[in-house]
């Protein structure tokens, strides 16, 4: 005995319809960052005294910039994913429901724009 309509079943859908996506998503950003914090971790040690002109020397590199921005981004979406599941499933009136997953879209979009535009300022040499 079979929970699924005939739609659902002919369309291969559950009853939410995305959910095995998002949760591939949840968990191809965690290896990604466990990769990129890692990657984080060795460079902030590789720098050593982590002083300010140091630092900006490091993130001045274009491949330090673009991983530390890869690094802000899958971090910022996989933290978007889970904000959106917790939404979901523990706000009951839809009105709230639909007002904190487009309040989540909108910071964290705000968040990875500043993130970004931040460290290419610095790495261009804007930052001093």
């Known amino acids: 005995m079979s929970l699924r309509t005939p739609l659902g079943k002919v369309m291969g859908l559950g009853s939410a319809k995305?959910?095995?996506?998002?949760?591939?998503?949840?968990?191809?950003?965690?290896?990604?960052?466990?990769?990129?914090?890692?990657?984080?971790?060795?460079?902030?040690?590789?720098?050593?005294?982590?002083?300010?002109?140091?630092?900006?020397?490091w993130l001045a590199r274009p491949l330090n910039a673009v991983l530390l921005s890869?690094?802000?981004l899958t971090m910022l979406y996989h933290s978007k994913l889970g904000v959106q599941i917790v939404i979901e499933d523990y706000v009951g009136s839809p009105a709230?429901?639909?007002?904190?997953?487009?309040?989540?879209?909108?910071?964290?979009?705000?968040?990875?724009?500043?993130?970004?535009?931040?460290?290419?300022?610095?790495?261009?040499g804007g930052g001093s």
């Open 70 to 72: 890869s690094f802000v």
């Open 96 to 124: 709230w429901k639909v007002a904190g997953l487009l309040l989540s879209v909108f910071v964290h979009l705000l968040l990875a724009m500043a993130g970004v535009i931040a460290i290419l300022r610095i790495g261009a």
């Open 18 to 57: 995305g959910g095995t996506g998002h949760w591939w998503m949840q968990r191809v950003t965690a290896i990604a960052l466990i990769v990129l914090g890692l990657w984080f971790m060795i460079s902030l040690v590789a720098i050593g005294d982590l002083g300010y002109h140091s630092t900006i020397a």
